[in-house]
């Protein structure tokens, strides 16, 4: 770049950097907020969807680096603004006069040579750093898109459920996509003395290049890499990841426990945590909830229960579609209503077909008190009129228990590599007066 290029760049560049790194800083400090809000209450992966988890993962782990950059950035711009403003005015420096210091140390100092040459590298850090906040981002989006490809081939072609569930298998793969991305193994020679090779490995490197967003970026990261010292920015870009990626699942393991953690710097108020020792969630109980909230999976009207009966409610999950299909297939529910001769006839098929399928939710949800199965529910399709959520509701007689504290558990059953498996769903314990 021209000296006269440089001089209108720096003119403009700063002001730029700050208004956009800014205004960017104060979204994205909200924006997980929104992705919270977004993923665990309108569209909810408590049970969870592997799409859904990976981009909520990816958009979090996204806006820290987004965060981490252009805070970075606005650092080094606000050193060099106030350097600036002392430099421009006084440019003559240290005033020598005022202070009793030998020649010899005069001359070590160097004092104006040395303020520019701060100035200039600061500057260069302040460019660099915003510059490399947005290709940093074009390769985590790039990680995010590649890992979802990885994960449909694994999951919807393969059917390799384990493996694209496996914890470490995902933080692995978005690991070594990451690097690939950054350029760690630009250099392999993959080329062979097969000619059909070469140019089906040129095709798959071709499709690759455009299904991972590489043209986004690749030319402006080879201007660096070529530039600069390829190890120094290999060892920045996976310092920058790692940090993004520590603080985004120490983040979110405060609200979500599947393959994540939450380090507690400052709050000592938890209870010691052990295994198999449940923490009551006050959202399962309908009196504590307030506007925007959600059951997530179920619960109860409240946690004291003062009549003869206990309401319960089972949000409907997707997940459940497959097995509720199925319990139906054995059942000999039709796919299409038959023809009727007469209104007796459409009656009685009308009853038979809901027993069916409240026979089917049974098999659904099995629900216990103290660990006593209570058998033929009746269930009803019904929308919760606080929360909007859909599912299905009952009322269990409850008169007979003893007063005193009780446990309702519901156990779900649903199929994992073709396999029926129950687990437990909801645990309400409550008091009945």
């Not at 490197?205 to 690749?218: D, G, N, Q, T, V």
């Not at 008169?399 to 645990?427: A, C, E, M, P």
Request: contains cysteine.
């Amino acid at each position: 770049m021209k000296n006269d290029q440089k001089a209108e760049y720096r003119s403009i560049s700063w002001q730029l950097e700050v208004l956009i790194a800014g205004g960017i800083l104060i979204s994205l400090y909200s924006s997980t907020d929104i992705f919270r809000e977004f993923f665990f209450h309108k569209y909810p992966i408590i049970d969870f969807s592997h799409y859904q988890a990976l981009i909520f993962f990816g958009l979090y782990i996204l806006t820290r680096a987004l965060l981490i950059g252009f805070g970075a950035n606005l650092i080094f711009r606000t050193v060099w603004l106030a350097y600036k403003g002392i430099d421009y005015w006084y440019p003559e420096g240290v005033n020598y006069d005022e202070i009793k210091i030998s020649d010899t140390k005069k001359d070590a100092f160097n004092v104006k040579s040395s303020a520019l040459r701060r100035l200039e590298n600061l500057e260069k850090c302040s460019n660099l750093s915003f510059s490399m906040a947005i290709i940093l981002t074009f390769i985590v989006v790039s990680t995010i898109v590649v890992c979802l490809l990885v994960s449909f081939i694994l999951l919807d072609i393969l059917g390799w459920e384990g493996i694209a569930y496996d914890t470490t298998f995902n933080y692995s793969l978005a690991t070594l996509v990451f690097l690939t991305q950054l350029g760690v193994f630009h250099s392999l020679n993959l080329h062979t003395n097969n000619t059909l090779l070469d140019q089906i490995g040129a095709t798959l490197r071709k499709a690759y290049y455009y299904i991972s967003l590489s043209f986004l970026y690749e030319r402006e990261l080879l201007v660096i890499r070529t530039n600069g010292r390829k190890w120094m920015l290999i060892l920045f870009g996976a310092l920058y990841l790692a940090t993004s990626l520590v603080v985004s699942v120490n983040q979110i393991g405060k609200f979500y426990q599947f393959g994540t953690f939450n380090f507690e710097l400052f709050d000592d108020r938890e209870t010691y945590d052990l295994d198999y020792v449940y923490t009551v969630d006050t959202r399962v109980y309908e009196e504590f909830l307030e506007e925007g909230d959600v059951f997530y999976r179920g619960g109860i009207q409240s946690e004291v229960i003062t009549g003869k009966f206990i309401k319960l409610f089972m949000v409907h999950w997707n997940s459940s579609d497959g097995y509720l299909s199925k319990a139906m297939d054995s059942l000999g529910m039709l796919k299409e209503r038959p023809k009727f001769e007469n209104d007796s006839l459409l009656q009685d098929y009308g009853a038979e077909r809901l027993k069916k399928y409240r026979a089917a939710l049974n098999q659904l949800h099995e629900v216990k008190i103290n660990r006593l199965k209570i058998d033929s529910i009746i269930w009803e399709r019904y929308k919760h009129p606080k929360t909007n959520e859909e599912g299905y509701v009952t009322f269990l007689n409850v008169d007979s228990l003893d007063v005193g504290r009780h446990i309702l558990q519901v156990n779900k059953r649903f199929y994992w590599d073709s396999i029926v498996v129950k687990r437990t769903n909801i645990s309400l314990p409550f008091w009945k007066e």
